[in-house]
């Protein structure tokens, strides 16, 4: 209760308000994230009281999740790696006339899934360290590999393409300075290559610029004003989690226990929450074309997610991601040591971080439900003026990326490889997909072969069982297949 | 030039591409090298696979599927249903000949124009600097599109706008100068 008295008093609720509208557009705005809203903050918490400088920095981090939807969702774009799902059924639905009802319904699914993860949390955090200690680099290793094994359910239909684009995905993240043993790969003698492919400016290339090429190519705007009525509205957003509850329930959990592994992140929580929701789902096939679950279950297990980063953090003053970094910095600024005291001595501190959490989703479900069928509109703007709108903020965003005028040059060229890989249906999804886990992969798998050995998949027993998870997830679509072509005949 | 065309030069490029990441592979030493390979071989195959599979059965279309491979017989052609593609729609995923029948619209234009005008954004901006880039490139583009000249200079500023608060004020980013502007100054 403490914890709770600490936020509630004005200044800290002005912070928080404050700290989620400027999320939202930080997180609306491509090139941007969670990490670039709460180090614009950091100059602002000096001279603050705790409690405030907190819901400041949280609320924006928390905000910045449903900014980044909003963009995939509406335009298929994805404002960050955590919200590449967000598009997978978001921006269907949003052809469809939908699109406030998806909106309301990841805004909703947010704010259900950050008070599950912030409950769980509560409840589970004296296990939690169990849980980080017997996990390991061969377990964090498995993990980025299940997180590939799911595009083996994503690319139904396309299998050879998909593969082959997230192999083109993964050789891509392999550019640059190997991590491992130092060695420049793949730069062809430019010093630009030699940090790499930067992923934000792969991103806005692949899907924002592409994007606005292929609404060139084919006129008219995202959503034709007189085609297509608006066929939900934003409560039926809101209507889709409560029905979907056992799902928003099962993706909260899910992302709370990923949210405690440094280092795995969102991206793999929200694509294990994808994969699941289609698994547990009637009828599957809807997945990909607009279906509601697609949204709800990735962006619980986001919103849950936050409250799981927390936890290494807090209790061993690992950031359990970069944008944990930049809190542990703030913590630091407050005198504040992150580390076993947090869970001691501190408690109070950290539960009112949870509430913090818990308020600032309450505060983004609220404006989100409630401008979900104003900014839906938006998809109404005619093409030959949302095109070079979106492609100015976008090559912007890409040079404020490292301010290299190159990055502009390299978002173009991306265009063309998105645009490209869109026309002939070879998916940017997996690409992307690729990208983000291939350093992961490669990192994780040294250390486990110079720890455990060769075998060590075999040897370590939670590294066999994500094994056996992995080869289900892989193996599992052709199974499917099986029977529901044995069930057809049968029929 | 037919879709079975641009597929198998599609096809080919990628291969070329594994092809020449694995060639550079080899100059690296094994720990280095060690994931890189095993993933363009593979991905290889598989590009080999589809192209071979596209042009030597009859029937066969362009997306195959390796579960009905698998099991003897035809792919299905899933041609709009991935992800991120503009889905609802058939044979919308970026084609340039959509047929959009459903109301008056603004019309398409080529792919030449949009690769031309990504091209021309990016000249703009190395040769103008980006802030004047920027407006000129938004202002240009809605008048082009037969738009008022007050439409497009509100476009234009609107984004120019917000663009010079967020980025430029608020991010403090540091813009470039542009090549005209430099070579003028000295």
């Known amino acids: 209760m403490q914890g709770l008295q600490a936020l509630l008093t004005v200044q800290s609720l002005v912070y928080l308000t404050l700290g989620v509208l400027f999320g939202l557009v930080v997180g609306f705005l491509p090139g941007l994230g969670g990490i670039v809203a709460m180090a614009l903050l950091l100059p602002f918490i000096s001279g603050v009281e705790p409690a405030a400088a907190l819901s400041l920095l949280l609320g924006a981090w928390v905000a910045t999740d449903y900014g980044s939807s909003i963009t995939g969702i509406l335009f298929n774009v994805p404002g960050a790696a955590k919200s590449l799902t967000a598009m997978f059924d978001g921006y269907p639905m949003t052809r469809r006339g939908e699109g406030a009802r998806a909106l309301a319904a990841s805004c909703t699914a947010n704010l259900v899934g950050g008070i599950v993860g912030a409950v769980c949390l509560t409840v589970t955090l004296p296990f939690m360290r169990a849980i980080m200690l017997a996990l390991g680099p061969s377990e964090y290793f498995m993990m980025a590999v299940w997180g590939l094994s799911v595009l083996a359910i994503f690319t139904d239909g396309s299998m050879l393409k998909g593969f082959a684009a997230a192999g083109l995905g993964l050789l891509v993240s392999f550019v640059g300075m190997d991590p491992v043993t130092g060695t420049a790969r793949y730069t062809l003698g430019t010093m630009y290559l030699i940090d790499g492919v930067d992923f934000t400016v792969a991103v806005i290339g692949l899907f924002a610029i592409s994007q606005m090429m292929t609404l060139y190519v084919k006129g008219g705007s995202i959503l034709e004003r007189s085609a297509t009525k608006v066929t939900a509205s934003a409560w039926e957003g809101v209507k889709d989690v409560f029905r979907h509850w056992r799902l928003v329930l099962q993706s909260s959990v899910l992302g709370l226990f990923i949210g405690v592994l440094p280092g795995v992140g969102a991206t793999v929580g929200g694509l294990a929450a994808y994969a699941q929701a289609m698994r547990s789902s009637r009828h599957p096939e809807r997945f990909g074309k607009g279906a509601v679950e697609g949204i709800i279950a990735p962006d619980a297990t986001t919103a849950a997610n936050a409250g799981g980063g927390l936890v290494p953090t807090l209790g061993f003053g690992i950031p359990g991601g970069e944008s944990m970094a930049i809190l542990m910095s703030a913590f630091i600024t407050m005198g504040i040591a992150p580390g076993r005291e947090m869970l001691e001595k501190h408690l109070d501190v950290t539960f009112t971080i949870v509430w913090i959490i818990v308020g600032a989703s309450i505060i983004v479900a609220v404006i989100g439900v409630a401008t979900a069928n104003v900014i839906a509109k938006v998809t109404m703007i005619p093409g030959n003026i949302m095109i070079p709108a979106v492609l100015a903020i976008c090559f912007v965003g890409a040079y404020a990326v490292r301010g290299r005028l190159i990055d502009v040059a390299v978002a173009a060229a991306f265009g063309l490889v998105g645009y490209l890989l869109e026309k002939y249906e070879y998916s940017r999804s997996t690409f992307v997909i690729g990208m983000v886990l291939g350093l992961m992969v490669e990192r994780y798998l040294h250390i486990s072969l110079t720890l455990y050995g060769n075998l060590f998949f075999i040897t370590r027993p939670w590294t066999a069982v994500l094994l056996a998870l992995v080869l289900f997830t892989v193996i599992w679509p052709f199974v499917r297949l099986r029977l529901q072509r044995k069930q057809g005949v049968a029929a | ?186």
């Open chain 2, 1 to 186: 030039m037919s879709r079975r065309a641009q597929e198998n030069l599609v096809a080919v490029l990628l291969l070329a591409v594994f092809a020449g990441f694995l060639m550079l592979s080899f100059r690296y030493g094994a720990k280095a090298r060690m994931i890189p390979i095993p993933v363009a071989v593979v991905s290889m195959l598989l590009v080999a696979a589809q192209l071979i599979l596209q042009n030597t059965r009859h029937g066969v279309h362009l997306n195959i599927d390796p579960a009905e491979f698998f099991r003897g017989g035809k792919g299905v052609d899933h041609a709009g249903a991935g992800q991120g593609a503009v889905s609802g729609e058939e044979g919308d995923a970026g084609s340039p000949s959509l047929d959009d029948t459903r109301t008056t619209k603004e019309p398409g234009g080529s792919e030449w124009t949009a690769i031309g005008m990504v091209a021309l954004f990016v000249g703009m901006v190395w040769f103008l600097g980006l802030l004047a880039a920027v407006f000129l490139f938004v202002t240009g583009y809605v008048l082009l599109a037969r738009r008022k000249w007050m439409v497009a200079l509100m476009c234009g500023g609107a984004i120019e706008i917000t663009v010079y608060a967020f980025f430029v004020n608020l991010l403090h980013l540091q813009v470039n100068d542009g090549w005209l502007f430099e070579f003028l100054n000295k």
